[in-house]
């Protein structure tokens, strides 16, 4: 769907329907709502005197006007009350407006959003309105044969603003585009079945991305990382047919002299649990285990369509976990990258293997700052359901950086504590560490295992196992893969850059 920014008023808009979002509770119609009910002949001031429409969060009302055929259905849909609206409000409520819209087989819309709602500045109301309404309408209809005619989609949505607005809110707009269609790249990556997506595959993806300009693309094979000695991410893979890959994708966009900012992403294209192998039961969403990896891959491709003024670099250790007669056992012991060794104790403990040595490797670029994503540990969605990504850090200034970044975009982080006693339950009596301290502290012990191998600079570490796919639709995240941490990396970054 394209988006536009058009500079007039939306009561003259030529348009099969017109957004207009109402807050509860409030009778008397004022700026933008005035004007179209107005010319709509009064439509809205009716259902609003009769009661049928409220404004409560998600309420959703298709009205009939009288006097602009060109755009002779008004959509209202409710933002709550206004003291507690915030963008995520928006958000969804243009996300859903949008979905019925298209439910409808309405193909055009236009809206413009109003600042008087909100203490929110007015281009953050039309970023969030925009990218709601780009990703609300997301779908994954790759492999659909059947009834595929019969799909709607949605053409345009159009943004009116005042003339002295055009300039600032159509390119807040353009960024926002930028930033859904990455998350729907992520989306993409992580919904495709494991043989459609291979560690080779998705450094076939890593390499389009680096047709851009200022970005570059390394890919080590097995040969090269088995030189190297990083035989924790090789005994992973040592159980599958399909080669690794260690995926580098670096971003110049800063200047030269200036440290990166290290994204780790792990990439895990299906883990069956190797040996300790999982239950059947939803071993199919288990394609799903590269999502931190393909995080940092749409991070990266939309970091450079932005033209942020940033250095990063893009470490993507992509393999399967497959059960075999050359799979790493239980009892093993690996020597990483690092030269620290570790005991195998579960082979589903998988994760931080392959982390362990890709963080290592991040060492080599003297980065400012390293931040890990991972579908690490179902004991962190325990913790703290499925909406909400588990960090962990070294760093204090990142991780209120990042807690910022989470209340501006809506995907949500909560801190664990990572305290020094959490680290005696990963020692072996044998190796250096073992790969998992047990059931207790499971999300915390796993990120402390990750923390010996990050060396000494600054780190985060975010365990997206609950909130990479959802088994529930959400107003502008629909079932199934959502493509977070995308838009709170990117935040977080151009945040960073205003420092």
């Given at each position: 769907?394209?988006?536009?920014?058009?500079?007039?008023?939306?009561?003259?808009?030529?348009?099969?329907?017109?957004?207009?979002?109402?807050?509860?509770?409030?009778?008397t119609?004022?700026?933008?709502?005035?004007?179209?009910?107005?010319?709509?002949?009064?439509?809205?001031?009716?259902?609003?005197?009769?009661g049928?429409?409220?404004?409560?969060?998600?309420?959703?009302?298709?009205?009939?006007?009288?006097?602009?055929?060109?755009?002779?259905?008004?959509?209202?849909?409710?933002?709550?009350?206004?003291?507690?609206?915030?963008?995520?409000?928006?958000?969804?409520?243009?996300?859903?407006?949008?979905?019925?819209?298209?439910?409808?087989?309405?193909?055009?819309?236009?809206?413009?959003?109003?600042?008087?709602?909100?203490?929110?500045?007015?281009?953050?109301?039309f970023?969030?309105?925009?990218?709601?309404?780009?990703?609300?309408?997301?779908?994954?209809?790759?492999y659909?044969?059947?009834?595929?005619?019969?799909?709607?989609?949605?053409?345009?949505?159009?943004?009116?603003?005042?003339?002295?607005?055009?300039?600032?809110?159509?390119?807040?707009?353009?960024?926002?585009r930028?930033?859904?269609?990455?998350?729907?790249?992520?989306?993409?990556?992580?919904?495709?079945?494991?043989?459609?997506?291979t560690?080779?595959?998705?450094?076939?993806?890593?390499?389009?991305?680096?047709?851009?300009?200022q970005?570059?693309?390394?890919?080590?094979?097995?040969?090269?990382?088995?030189?190297?000695?990083?035989?924790?991410?090789?005994?992973?893979?040592?159980?599958?047919?399909?080669?690794?890959?260690?995926?580098?994708?670096?971003?110049s966009?800063?200047?030269?002299?200036?440290?990166?900012?290290?994204?780790?992403?792990?990439?895990?294209?299906?883990?069956?649990?190797g040996?300790?192998i999982?239950?059947?039961?939803?071993?199919?969403?288990?394609k799903?285990?590269?999502?931190?990896?393909?995080?940092?891959?749409?991070?990266?491709?939309a970091?450079?369509?932005?033209k942020?003024?940033?250095?990063?670099?893009?470490?993507?250790?992509?393999t399967?976990?497959?059960p075999?007669g050359?799979?790493?056992?239980?009892?093993?012991?690996?020597?990483?990258?690092?030269?620290?060794?570790?005991?195998?104790?579960?082979?589903?403990?998988?994760?931080?293997?392959?982390?362990?040595?890709?963080?290592?490797?991040?060492?080599?670029?003297?980065?400012?700052?390293?931040?890990?994503?991972?579908?690490l540990?179902?004991?962190?969605?325990?913790?703290?359901?499925?909406?909400?990504?588990?960090?962990l850090g070294?760093?204090?200034?990142?991780?209120?950086?990042?807690?910022?970044?989470?209340?501006?975009?809506?995907e949500?982080?909560?801190?664990?504590?990572l305290?020094?006693?959490?680290?005696?339950?990963i020692?072996?009596?044998?190796?250096?560490?073992?790969?998992?301290?047990?059931?207790?502290?499971?999300?915390?012990?796993?990120?402390?295992?990750?923390?010996?191998?990050?060396?000494?600079?600054?780190?985060?570490?975010?365990?997206?196992?609950?909130?990479?796919?959802?088994?529930?639709?959400?107003?502008?995240?629909?079932?199934g893969?959502?493509?977070?941490?995308?838009?709170?990396?990117?935040?977080?970054?151009q945040?960073?850059?205003?420092?």
């Open positions: 769907m394209k988006i536009n920014v058009c500079k007039g008023r939306l009561a003259d808009a030529k348009s099969q329907a017109l957004i207009i979002p109402l807050c509860e509770g409030g009778t119609l004022s700026g933008v709502a005035s004007e179209v009910d107005k010319k709509s002949g009064g439509v809205i001031g009716e259902i609003l005197k009769s049928d429409f409220e404004g409560k969060t998600a309420q959703l009302a298709v009205v009939y006007s009288r006097g602009t055929p060109a755009a002779n259905r008004i959509v209202l849909v409710g933002l709550g009350k206004k003291e507690e609206l915030n963008l995520e409000k928006i958000r969804n409520a243009y996300a859903r407006a949008m979905q019925h819209l298209r439910a409808m087989n309405v193909q055009d819309a236009a809206a413009s959003p109003e600042p008087d709602w909100t203490t929110e500045p007015r281009e953050k109301i970023t969030a309105a925009a990218e709601a309404a780009l990703l609300g309408l997301y779908r994954f209809t790759s659909k044969t059947i009834g595929r005619d019969d799909l709607r989609e949605m053409r345009k949505l159009d943004f009116f603003v005042p003339s002295e607005d055009y300039p600032l809110i159509r390119g807040e707009v353009e960024k926002s930028v930033v859904a269609e990455a998350v729907c790249f992520a989306r993409d990556l992580v919904s495709a079945p494991a043989n459609e997506m560690p080779s595959i998705l450094a076939d993806h890593a390499r389009k991305i680096a047709v851009r300009k970005v570059t693309c390394e890919v080590l094979e097995a040969g090269k990382m088995k030189a190297l000695g990083m035989n924790a991410l090789m005994g992973v893979a040592a159980g599958s047919q399909q080669p690794p890959k260690l995926i580098i994708l670096q971003y966009g800063g200047k030269k002299t200036e440290a990166p900012v290290a994204l780790v992403g792990k990439g895990l294209t299906f883990d069956s649990g040996i300790s999982k239950p059947a039961e939803k071993m199919d969403e288990m799903t285990d590269m999502a931190g990896g393909a995080a940092v891959l749409a991070v990266i491709r970091a450079a369509d932005l942020l003024p940033i250095n990063l670099v893009g470490l993507v250790p992509a399967e976990n497959m075999g050359k799979a790493l056992k239980p009892g093993d012991i690996l020597k990483s990258y690092s030269g620290q060794t570790i005991e195998v104790i579960n082979t589903d403990a998988e994760g931080r293997l392959i982390l362990a040595d890709a963080l290592t490797y991040a060492a080599k670029y003297k980065p400012a700052a390293v931040i890990d994503v991972a579908t540990t179902g004991a962190c969605v325990v913790a703290l359901g499925e909406e909400v990504i588990g960090m070294t760093d204090e200034k990142m991780k209120k950086d990042l807690s910022r970044a989470s209340q501006a975009t809506g949500k982080v909560w801190e664990l504590p305290w020094d006693h959490y680290s005696d339950l020692k072996s009596d044998i190796a250096d560490f073992k790969n998992t301290g047990g059931r207790m502290g499971g999300a915390i012990t796993g990120a402390a295992f990750l923390g010996k191998f990050v060396g000494k600079y600054p780190w985060v570490h975010l365990d997206i196992a609950g909130p990479s796919w959802f088994t529930k639709d959400k107003p502008y995240i629909p079932k893969a959502s493509g977070i941490p995308v838009r709170l990396l990117l935040e977080y970054l945040n960073r850059l205003q420092e």
